[in-house]
């Protein structure tokens, strides 16, 4: 049966150095005098009141200390447990510096609310066993120039929140809806005109701000590749525009070009038609060729989408064989519009079709919503341009149209239009 231990007795021991030392002299001691080490450890612990194998342990130590038995010696082990705990030390440093690389840009102190916000999602999180905590992280922060004491944090902890505070709190899930809601390619000028229009008062800064602690951003458009070499020995149709992109009303100007979409089945090729008045996508095609026939294919969707005859209208595009073939040309006779080529055959002389597919493949092909994966047919293109076009027509904000949709421009138009026309009276 083990000892009842008393509540009040340690159950271990400590030793100073002082006794250590003179149980290591007994032990030396007797067995000089007895000429043998059988049972001397043990005699003296016995006598001591120590453990047995304490007492070994120090005496095997002392023995390597003084070079009698070869080992690790104590300064060795005490050097050794310090560069330890420095690299332990180190790699905390390293790991706090590289999750506040947000923070060490440079340019204005962030806020204290980022700063605690900071802290709270990272002082939990354990390195080499050891969490992070509140004094080193600060330690760390101020080291790199972020100048932050632990008061400074929990006296930010047991602050009421401010107003700015509780604002924020209601304001973030909305910034990050909005985002979310729109291909999550909206930087902030755009949502803050998406909030406003949704009606929330709140300004761009704040919008800013609550992006950065979202960590949320708008897209990027990526360099553009020249597909069309024109032959300048090719005849062509005359270029109507003049790189003036500009429509007083719909149905005047058009303007189309042909891009390409990598898939896992093969080369997507898309084709958009665009009404310069409103930036309205009236005409379509996703194919995974890029046959003449693909672009009339989107001419006939613009056709029934704005009307059977639209004499006047000029459709303008690049100098690519499927827009300078005879069947382009008939088809648009068809409706009573006329075909329009650059002179140069440059980006620059088609810049309006130019920007729509720019800005498709960074918000649809390459956009945040896709997280890198890789479109696998021509068909999963085909079903997601149908509902970026839906989007881009209905909801996204143009900042040409002032920061409207293209749907609700036209809208606009007309109404103003059936406004200022005089009434004409009933005999």
């Known amino acids: 049966m083990p000892k009842?231990?008393?509540q009040d007795q340690p159950t271990t021991r400590r030793y100073s150095a002082e006794e250590k030392a003179a149980a290591v002299r007994m032990v030396r001691t007797l067995r000089a005098e007895l000429g043998t080490t059988q049972g001397t450890v043990k005699r003296v612990a016995e006598q001591l009141g120590y453990g047995t194998e304490s007492v070994r342990t120090w005496v095997k130590q002392a023995d390597i200390d003084d070079g009698h038995t070869p080992g690790v010696t104590t300064d060795e082990a005490a050097r050794m447990l310090a560069l330890e705990q420095e690299n332990r030390e180190l790699r905390r440093a390293n790991e706090i510096l590289k999750r506040a690389a947000k923070f060490l840009r440079g340019g204005a102190r962030p806020p204290t609310q980022e700063v605690v916000a900071f802290i709270d999602a990272h002082r939990?999180?354990?390195?080499?066993?050891?969490?992070?905590?509140?004094?080193p992280i600060c330690v760390v922060l101020r080291q790199a120039g972020l100048?932050?004491?632990?008061?400074?944090?929990?006296?930010?902890k047991s602050r009421q929140p401010s107003e700015r505070a509780k604002r924020d709190a209601v304001m973030a899930p909305v910034?990050?809806?909005l985002w979310e809601e729109n291909y999550r390619v909206y930087g902030a000028r755009k949502i803050w005109k998406a909030a406003q229009r949704a009606g929330h008062e709140i300004g761009r800064d704040q919008v800013a701000r609550l992006m950065r602690v979202e960590e949320i951003e708008g897209v990027r458009r990526a360099k553009t590749v020249r597909t069309t070499r024109p032959n300048p020995e090719v005849s062509r149709h005359p270029d109507l525009v003049g790189r003036q992109f500009i429509?007083?009303?719909?149905n005047q100007l058009?303007?189309?070009d042909l891009t390409y979409v990598p898939t896992w089945a093969g080369v997507a090729y898309v084709c958009f038609i665009i009404d310069a008045c409103s930036r309205m996508i009236v005409g379509w095609r996703v194919a995974s060729h890029m046959r003449t026939t693909m672009v009339l294919d989107a001419i006939e969707m613009a056709r029934w989408s704005r009307g059977t005859t639209l004499t006047g209208l000029r459709c303008h595009s690049d100098a690519g064989s499927q827009f300078t073939s005879i069947r382009y040309g008939e088809r648009l006779a068809e409706i009573g519009a006329v075909p329009s080529i650059g002179t140069v055959g440059d980006s620059y002389d088609n810049a309006l079709a130019e920007t729509v597919n720019g800005y498709y493949k960074a918000e649809l092909i390459r956009g945040p919503a896709r997280e890198g994966r890789p479109w696998k047919t021509v068909e999963d293109v085909e079903l997601a341009t149908l509902s970026w076009v839906h989007w881009h027509n209905q909801t996204r904000l143009h900042g040409y149209l002032n920061d409207v949709p293209p749907a609700e421009f036209e809208e606009t138009l007309y109404a103003t239009k059936r406004t200022d026309q005089a009434l004409v009276g009933i005999q």
């Open 124 to 135: 939990y999180e354990a390195v080499d066993g050891r969490k992070l905590g509140v004094e």
């Open 147 to 156: 100048q932050v004491a632990p008061s400074t944090y929990y006296a930010a």
């Open 247 to 250: 429509a007083e009303a719909p």
């Open 254 to 256: 058009w303007v189309t």
């Open 175 to 177: 910034v990050r809806q």
């Open 4 to 6: 009842d231990i008393s």
